[in-house]
């Protein structure tokens, strides 16, 4: 009985906070989503399941979802292969190593929103740097922001410059920590260094190259700061993402019912979807 | 071949480390600017392509209405990052050492799926939570306030300092726990005395994890809060929106992520002795 009491103390102070902050506003939510609380008539009503039924029929929520979805996996896909590659790089003994990786390090850690507003600044058509660079290696500048696909690229690029860090900080723990064994053997086979890598190094990288690809995943499904800051999801919503339009909705609109079943439908879409994600890639390592 | 493998290794480690320092390098230059360098395109190099000047960072400290007060968003930032980053890592630290060494049970609930829900309050997307956080911190009058911000955050940080705790309590041996409880200590006694002076490491490392996404949070701190209180990153990002020049924009961008790349210099310590690809495996 007295050790059940220690056992409490440490779990249960952190276990109730998180439930009364997290799990209680959002089975409120749920309830909300049943309402037509607006900013005419802010309440808790009964509105059966009319926001649902208006959610199923709103082009622009699932246009959203399939933008961000875009967005998403090629800023992931895109991180993954040059962090990989910047790994492998720095993984062998380099000059000014330390200095390096700090600096490889250094945009994961700034502020994202902070970093979307310098980068605004730098794609301005006409006084930023970005077009001056192409203009004097003697290409037509770009209009970065003003016309949808290039302003999703530009999004895709401020993600890459934000995120590559965290990627190369996986992979490179991750080779860091291969045994040596296998590179030996390989080296008694003579094979070349593609050989080596495509047979030994990356089959003994899959774990971590999942798991790293996952919670980037987790984390660009959230994407919305980079766009709020670089577009505010313009031109018209060409690079409007699922948070961005369920904001607008609700705390901009003030649609508060059916943004809280637009946020539950977003939450359930992504939970599941990132699910067969993990079960297709972790299946894959099995068969191999 | 051999030299030719390593000109492109660090020519690609060159081009890749001016990606990284050009919005860095491009604001500290703009900083020092005023319109003469930037409404005729992009300069680059002081003295000879435009004439420096300390307006950009001296408007920052001006009060007033000819001003724009940074001072007082980075002292509420500080406050609400460094009492939600507390109080997030003594609950964390606590829990986290509850789960790597009792075990509990609720029916079919056991100690990894106690952990996993800590954890997997990560895949929440902000905006699923900013609408009753919004109607919650309503009700209770905390809208707009640092009290209410600080709440929010322990949210958004509890799960980080749990996981990083976990992680780090689970390579401590319990031996040590034993050794404190066979010298007549109690389990909270011992917890005080020997567990936590030896877990410093992974409390700074954890601590520093709060500070850093605390620090970076911008939507809640933009949803929740709208004219008494106001945090750094809402300020900047006010004035990307506003017309405010470029050179106060740089300069106040620069002081708000000053902290974090000190903070870059002690985690690469920590990260580099790769005890993060444990934590995934």
């Known amino acids: 009985m007295l050790k059940l009491k220690y056992k409490q103390f440490f779990l249960l102070p952190g276990l109730i906070v998180l439930v009364a902050i997290i799990i209680f506003p959002l089975l409120f939510t749920i309830r909300v989503s049943f309402s037509s609380w607006d900013v005419v008539k802010p309440g808790l009503d009964w509105f059966g399941g009319k926001n649902w039924g208006r959610l199923f029929e709103d082009m622009r929520f699932w246009e959203s979802l399939a933008r961000l979805s875009l967005m998403a996996t090629g800023s992931v896909f895109i991180q993954y292969l040059v962090g990989f590659g910047l790994a492998l790089l720095v993984w062998r003994n380099i000059i000014l190593k330390r200095f390096i990786r700090v600096l490889f390090l250094v945009p994961m850690m700034t502020t994202p929103v902070i970093m979307s507003v310098i980068w605004r600044t730098i794609l301005h058509e006409s006084l930023g740097p970005a077009n001056d660079i192409i203009r004097i290696l003697g290409f037509e500048p770009l209009s970065w922001l003003s016309t949808g696909p290039m302003a999703m690229v530009s999004v895709i690029l401020v993600e890459v410059w934000q995120w590559t860090p965290f990627m190369f900080l996986l992979l490179l723990a991750g080779l860091m920590s291969l045994p040596n064994e296998p590179y030996m053997a390989a080296a008694i086979d003579g094979a070349g260094p593609f050989r080596t890598f495509f047979s030994v190094t990356f089959p003994l990288m899959a774990p971590i190259s999942i798991g790293a690809i996952l919670i980037r995943l987790i984390e660009a499904s959230k994407l919305m700061e980079t766009v709020y800051v670089l577009t505010s999801g313009g031109p018209g919503t060409a690079t409007e993402t699922s948070s961005y339009y369920i904001y607008i909705r609700g705390l901009r609109d003030y649609q508060i019912g059916y943004a809280a079943s637009l946020s539950l439908a977003y939450l359930v879409i992504m939970i599941i979807s990132l699910t067969i994600i993990a079960k297709i890639l972790t299946r894959k390592i099995a068969q191999d | ?281």
């Open chain 2, 1 to 281: 071949m051999k030299s030719l493998y390593l000109v492109l290794k660090y020519l690609a480690i060159l081009l890749w480390s001016s990606f990284v320092a050009l919005p860095f390098l491009w604001a500290l230059t703009t900083s020092f600017k005023t319109s003469n360098g930037v409404t005729g395109g992009a300069t680059y190099i002081p003295w000879l392509q435009y004439e420096p000047s300390l307006e950009g960072w001296k408007v920052l400290v001006r009060t007033g209405g000819q001003g724009i007060n940074i001072v007082a968003p980075f002292i509420s930032s500080a406050i609400v990052t460094l009492s939600a980053s507390l109080i997030s890592m003594v609950l964390g630290t606590l829990a986290a050492y509850g789960l790597s060494r009792f075990s509990y049970r609720l029916g079919f609930v056991k100690n990894s799926d106690i952990t996993f829900f800590f954890i997997a309050q990560r895949i929440m997307p902000p905006i699923v939570l900013a609408i009753p956080f919004f109607l919650m911190l309503q009700f209770l009058g905390l809208l707009d306030t640092i009290p209410g911000l600080i709440l929010v955050y322990v949210a958004l940080l509890l799960p980080i300092a749990t996981w990083v705790m976990v992680d780090f309590f689970n390579n401590v041996p319990p031996q040590i726990d034993e050794m404190a409880l066979i010298d007549g200590c109690n389990p909270i006694g011992a917890f005080v005395r020997v567990i936590l002076p030896n877990s410093l490491p992974g409390i700074m490392v954890g601590g520093l994890f709060c500070v850093m996404f605390g620090w970076n949070d911008f939507f809640f701190a933009f949803t929740l809060t709208f004219t008494k209180t106001q945090l750094l990153p809402v300020a900047v990002v006010a004035l990307n929106s506003s017309v405010t020049p470029w050179w106060s924009l740089s300069a106040s961008a620069l002081v708000s992520v000053a902290p974090l790349v000190i903070i870059a210099f002690v985690v690469e310590r920590f990260l580099s002795s790769g005890n993060m690809a444990g934590a995934i495996r």
